[in-house]
């Protein structure tokens, strides 16, 4: 019996892509149904969705995935896809809030398009309100568990994506207040925050930025979808039980040191060499 067997899950933002492979939320669709769940893919990609859903009825069976072309701006989209979820497959356990959007204008305070900062905020944190509102009759009439998706960016600033790193910082507190209201009745509200990850839109940088990413995560490699996916499992799972309104950091130890750590290594190295 799977970790996740006789569950109902949504996972938003979930796709299988060429090239690219899977995302986060594709990752853990597929980690999902390898643990027994009926998983809806929930993505405004309806293409990459479905083509991951049919994936994931090929190697564990019909009935098993079905996509649904969500435009997660929409609340009147998002309560069809709770409504179908529920109609398809008889009920919701899960609710996977991995769908994100970090546009390239998304930049400083002083110059930031009015209209880009509303489109992020929409995407990245009202439609996570938005889900949990929608899901929460389900989710309460036996017990659920829902993750949200922030990021490194809630902790620390940066020189652009500030929208987005607004979001990510609104979505912990989004996920505090979810489990304090609701924990009582069982149902539980995590989040994870990933550091940079090879998914299709990282693997898109360049290597020198990448290159910095490895530089300061203390870590052999940076992460990548699978192992996000382990940690939507476990939260999912009712090996976490004891969990509600946590956030855990998946960034393979990004924000784990002093900022000048990696300054401090290359320093360490070049005394090394020019003493050798
Ligand atoms: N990859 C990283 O390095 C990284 C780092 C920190 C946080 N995250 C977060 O992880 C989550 C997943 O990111 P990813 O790297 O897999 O990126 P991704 O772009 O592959 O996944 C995001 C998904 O959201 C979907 N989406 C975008 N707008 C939508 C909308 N309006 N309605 C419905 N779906 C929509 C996209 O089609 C896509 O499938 C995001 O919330 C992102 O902010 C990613």
């Known amino acids: ?13 979930a796709t299988l892509v060429d090239p690219g492979g899977l995302n986060i939320g594709g990752a853990t669709a597929a980690a999902f149904a390898a643990e027994g769940a009926r998983v809806v893919l929930a993505d405004i990609n309806i293409e990459g969705a479905r083509t991951l859903a049919k994936q994931l009825e090929a190697e564990h069976g019909p009935g098993v995935a079905l996509a649904v072309e969500t ?4 609340e009147e989209q998002i309560r069809a896809l709770i409504d179908t979820a529920v109609t398809s497959f008889g009920g919701l356990h899960l609710l996977m809030n991995v769908a994100g ?14 209209e880009t900062w509303d489109d992020v905020l929409a995407v990245n944190l009202r439609s996570a309100l938005l889900t949990t509102k929608h899901a929460l009759p389900h989710l ?23 929208g987005y790193g607004c979001t990510k910082a609104a979505l912990l507190a989004l ?47 940076l992460n990548g979808p699978a192992e996000l996916a382990q940690v939507y499992l476990f939260l999912a799972s009712d090996a976490s039980s004891g969990i509600n309104g946590e956030t855990i950091r ?11 750590v990696p300054d ?13």
């Open 1 to 13: 019996m799977g970790r996740l067997t006789g569950k109902v899950a949504i996972v938003t933002g």
């Open 71 to 74: 435009d997660l701006r929409s």
């Open 101 to 114: 959007v970090f546009p390239a204008d998304d930049g400083e305070v002083a110059t930031m398009p009015i």
């Open 140 to 162: 309460l009439s036996g017990g659920g568990s829902i993750v949200n998706t922030a990021s490194t960016h809630a902790f620390a600033g940066d020189t652009s994506l500030t």
């Open 175 to 221: 996920t505090a207040y979810t489990a304090t209201q609701y924990g009582r009745e069982g149902v539980r509200c995590n989040a994870i925050c990933p550091g940079t990850t090879r998914t299709p839109p990282a693997q898109q940088l360049p290597a020198a930025i990448t290159d910095i990413y490895r530089r300061h995560t203390p870590a052999p490699d």
């Open 250 to 260: 998946v960034d393979g130890g990004l924000l784990a040191h002093q900022p000048f």
């Open 264 to 276: 401090m290594v290359a320093l360490a190295a070049t005394t090394a060499s020019s003493q050798g």
